[in-house]
C-alpha cells in the first residue's frame, strides 16, 4: 500500500486525545484530581492539540542551562550533536565552541538541562496527561532552525504504542520573527492516522519526504486548520501530542540566526521507546520522584557523573 491517510484505522491515544476526553476531563475535575487551573489547561490541550504557558520556567534555571550549552567544548568527545556542517547525521562535539550544531538528549550529563525539561510543573502537566509519570527519552537543544518541514512526531519519535506521545518546545531566549520559529496547524491532531508503506505510524525510510509533507499539508488546509506560529519568549513552554502537524516556519534571509529552544519527546513511563529493545540503552533514570529521563545514545542509569555516549559507528569526531 503506497503511503497515505487511513481513516479506518484506530490506535491506543492519551485520554486526552479520544473523542470523549471532556467527559473524561469532567471526571478528573469533579474528583478533585485537578484543580481549576490544570482543567483550564488540559481542555485546551484536548480541543487543539497544544498549549502554551507564558514564561513558566524561571529565568535562572534557563541561564544556568545557556550557560552550560556554552562550556560544552571543555568537554569533548562528550556530547552528541547534528553535523550539518559536514552533511553527516551525528558528531561528538569538539574542543572549541559550536554555535550552530544542535545537541542531542543533555538531560543526560547537565543537571541544568533536567532542570528545564523536567521542571515540576511540565512533569505534573504531563503526569496529568498520562496518567502515569513521565519519561523524557529523546532531546534536541537548537542553537538554529534546523529547517524542518511539515511533520507529525509519530513519524520519527517511535513509541511501543506510538500515540503516546508528547513534547515541549521551550524558549531559551526571545524567538525574533524569521529565525524558523515553530509553526503548526491548529486542531491537526485529529487528521485521520498517516499510515507510511511499512504499514506504520513511524517513516518507513521509501515514501518520498516531499510527498510526506505535500500530504500533510494538503489535508491540514483542506480541513482548515488555523496555521500558527510561535514567536515564544524566553521560558515559554509550548507543549503538543503526539500527532499535532508541525514545523519551522520558513526563515527569512540571513539564515543561520539564532533561535534558542530545547526540544523533548516523553512518553508514558508504561510505555518504551523503540530503543528499548537494545539491552544497553533500556536504562531509565528516576528524577525526585517526578519523571525519569531514558537515552538512546548514553548507557544510563548514571547521572552521579559525567558520562560519554555509547560508541557507535555513526558518530564522527
Ligand atoms: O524546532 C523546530 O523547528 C521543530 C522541532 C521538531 O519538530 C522536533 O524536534 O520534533
Ligand atoms: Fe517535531
Redesign the pocket.
Known sequence: MPAGFNPDLSLPTLWTDTPNAMDRLRGLYATGSVDDGEAGDLAHFIEHGWLVWDKAIEEAAIDQFVADLHNLHTQPGYYVSTDFAHGRAKRLNGPTPDRKESFFDLYVNLQSSRAVCMHPRIARFLSLVFQAKPLAFQQ?L?QT??G?GW?Q?TA??VVDSPMLLV?T?IALEDIVEGT?E?AFYDGSQRLPHYIFANGRKHYDGETSGEQYVEDLERECQARQFPYRRLLAKKGDVFFWTADLV???HPQTPPGGRSRL?C?T?YCPATSAPHWFSQDDTRGIEPYFHIGGFASSLYKLPNLSQVIRPIPTWDYYE
Request: proline share 0%.
Open positions: 534536541l537548537f532552525s534546523n524542518h511533520h512526531d520519527y519519535v513534547a518546545w524558523g515553530l508541525h514545523r519551522s529552544a526540544v519527546h
